[in-house]
């Protein structure tokens, strides 16, 4: 079985400060583990993806996520947060098939100028 | 921009009418998706075609139809909807079951 959890519904950082958005993730077999962005009135877009091996991914947009297996999270980050960073963002598990595919509730991120 | 395009982007129908949303990719993908997304809740799965064929329903009501004409086309029928059917469609695509290529959606309101 599988789940993912976003632990917070609401993240608010400063422009140019670092910023942490948090993804437990649970799983009975090696997954692959994604975040998405979701702009407002705007699909899903990949920011990054995790598949084996690697335990830092790197994104675009300047976002990274570290992979810890022992620890079961997949956390995003950024040095520095930038205005056209405020959307909301998704933590994906997946399995084998399609139906496997489990997203995060969702985090929304907000920038104060 | 994205590479799965979906028309329209905005539709309003009545709880009588019949409408279709499309959706088109163009990478070779052999998988489609739809999928429905409600205010600040993440998407949920409806419908996943694999190699143009039916592979997943979620138990989602018969006033939605599907259909896969070819390999880079994707259509939802839609029939006799409810004002909670109102949401943000979205079509996916993929190679394989991972990572999902979102297009912008189509913001369906029922009146």
């Known amino acids: 079985a599988q789940s993912v959890t976003q632990l917070d519904s609401h993240v608010s950082v400063s422009e140019g400060t670092p910023v942490l958005l948090r993804c437990n993730y649970s799983?009975?077999?090696?997954?692959?583990l994604f975040w998405y962005v979701q702009h407002p009135n705007k699909g899903l877009q990949l920011l990054l993806k995790?598949?084996?091996?690697?335990?830092l991914v790197k994104g675009i947009n300047g976002f990274e996520a570290e992979f810890k297996k022992s620890e079961t999270f997949f956390h995003l980050t950024k040095p520095s947060a930038h205005m056209s960073d405020a959307a909301e963002y998704f933590c994906v598990v997946s399995g084998y098939s399609a139906s496997k595919i489990i997203f995060g509730s969702g985090t929304r991120l907000s920038i104060r100028p | 921009d994205t590479e799965v395009t979906q028309t329209p982007k905005h539709l309003v129908m009545g709880m009588t009418n019949k409408k279709s949303l499309k959706c088109e990719q163009h990478?070779?993908?052999?998988?489609m998706y739809w999928y429905k997304q409600k205010a600040k809740k993440p998407p949920e799965l409806m419908f996943v075609?694999?190699?143009?064929?039916?592979?997943i329903n979620e138990s989602v009501p018969s006033r939605f139809s599907p259909e896969c004409p070819n390999s880079s086309l994707l259509n939802l029928h839609l029939h006799a909807l409810q004002p909670e059917d109102s949401a943000l469609y979205l079509c996916?695509?993929?190679?394989?079951?991972?990572?999902?290529?979102f297009g912008n959606g189509t913001r369906l309101t029922v009146t």
């Open positions: 075609y694999s190699y143009e064929k039916l592979s």
């Open positions: 995790y598949t084996s091996a690697a335990t």
């Open positions: 996916a695509s993929s190679q394989g079951p991972s990572p999902l290529h």
């Open positions: 799983s009975s077999y090696s997954p692959s």
């Open positions: 990478m070779g993908h052999r998988a």
